[in-house]
């Protein structure tokens, strides 16, 4: 049994916020003046791996240990093999933690379910929902009823510190900037071989003054690629506003791609912004 590692899960929410990034950026800035041309197709990942140490066995084994930090009541049922814990629970994995009144784990089929004032915390970022569950045998997690997602990237001391050697990208600016979230479901497939997180919608993610709408969303970690489909809409108060069908975004290349965009609006930026 592999178990679910919830930081990833928060992280690969987190991209999702650069769809903001590129939609709010002025329409005329990413059509180029011969609309033909498109960006360059999605590279193979061809990194090479970095070496292993002889640790690393360790350090994996250190990365599946989930703890229960608190549970005013455990009962093991030896007939189900069913554990249930009630009452202020709380997990912790590594800097992640997660609230809720009532958790089950079905020891027979692998499975396990938390639901009740649901919150699980990342240092970047908040999911509240109503139930989380997990097969750990298929690899996947589900977050399901009224899900908020509050994000932030955190901004590291190094970084903060007025060093200006090395601008952030407009990827790295939005990311920064807390965004927010919603949407009926979270799908979660961490197995190694697909990595994909689905929040299916209506999606809407608000983030100052931009607002975005879909009808899904799709966060493929393998190839570092966010798909967007079904009413793409993005909206910002100064009247600027972006709707096509689908939106396909390469968060590593940092590029967009669109087809039957209409709706375009954008005005000249002034110097000052």
């Given at each position: 049994?592999?178990?679910?590692?919830?930081?990833?899960?928060?992280?690969?929410?987190?991209?999702?916020?650069?769809?903001?990034?590129?939609?709010?950026?002025?329409?005329?800035?990413?059509?180029?003046?011969?609309?033909?041309?498109?960006?360059?197709?999605?590279?193979?990942?061809?990194?090479?791996?970095?070496?292993?140490?002889?640790?690393?066995?360790?350090?994996?084994?250190?990365?599946?240990?989930?703890?229960?930090?608190?549970?005013?009541?455990?009962?093991?049922?030896?007939?189900?093999?069913?554990?249930?814990?009630?009452?202020?629970?709380?997990?912790?994995?590594?800097?992640?933690?997660?609230?809720?009144?009532?958790?089950?784990?079905?020891?027979?089929?692998?499975?396990?379910?938390?639901?009740?004032?649901?919150?699980?915390?990342?240092?970047?970022?908040?999911?509240?929902?109503?139930?989380?569950?997990?097969?750990?045998?298929?690899?996947?997690?589900?977050?399901?009823?009224?899900?908020?997602?509050?994000?932030?990237?955190?901004?590291?001391?190094?970084?903060?510190?007025?060093?200006?050697?090395?601008?952030?990208?407009?990827?790295?600016?939005?990311?920064?900037?807390?965004?927010?979230?919603?949407?009926?479901?979270?799908?979660?497939?961490?197995n190694d071989d697909v990595k994909k997180m689905t929040l299916s919608g209506p999606v809407k993610a608000v983030q100052e003054d931009k607002t975005a709408w879909a009808e899904a969303a799709v966060y493929e970690e393998l190839t570092d690629i966010?798909?967007?489909?079904?009413?793409?809409?993005?909206?910002?108060?100064?009247?600027?506003?972006?709707?096509?069908?689908?939106?396909?975004?390469?968060?590593?290349?940092?590029?967009?791609?669109?087809?039957?965009?209409?709706?375009?609006?954008?005005?000249?930026?002034?110097?000052?912004?």
């Amino acid at each position: 049994m592999r178990y679910l590692r919830p930081a990833a899960v928060l992280s690969a929410v987190l991209l999702l916020l650069c769809v903001l990034a590129v939609l709010s950026l002025p329409i005329a800035a990413q059509n180029a003046d011969n609309e033909e041309t498109s960006p360059p197709p999605i590279p193979p990942r061809l990194e090479t791996p970095a070496p292993q140490s002889e640790e690393a066995p360790a350090d994996t084994e250190a990365d599946d240990i989930v703890k229960i930090e608190h549970a005013d009541l455990l009962q093991y049922e030896a007939d189900k093999e069913m554990y249930y814990l009630s009452g202020n629970v709380v997990f912790s994995h590594q800097d992640v933690k997660m609230y809720c009144d009532e958790a089950w784990y079905d020891e027979a089929n692998d499975t396990a379910r938390a639901t009740g004032h649901l919150r699980i915390v990342d240092p970047e970022a908040t999911i509240t929902g109503d139930l989380a569950a997990a097969n750990f045998d298929t690899e996947v997690a589900t977050v399901t009823g009224n899900i908020t997602v509050v994000a932030q990237k955190k901004v590291e001391e190094a970084e903060s510190s007025g060093d200006e050697e090395e601008k952030p990208s407009k990827f790295e600016e939005y990311r920064r900037k807390k965004t927010t979230i919603t949407c009926p479901k979270i799908v979660y497939e961490y197995n190694d071989d697909v990595k994909k997180m689905t929040l299916s919608g209506p999606v809407k993610a608000v983030q100052e003054d931009k607002t975005a709408w879909a009808e899904a969303a799709v966060y493929e970690e393998l190839t570092d690629i966010i798909t967007l489909t079904g009413n793409v809409r993005v909206t910002t108060k100064k009247g600027e506003e972006f709707r096509a069908p689908e939106v396909v975004i390469s968060v590593e290349e940092e590029w967009m791609k669109a087809r039957d965009v209409s709706g375009i609006t954008f005005r000249r930026r002034d110097e000052n912004e």
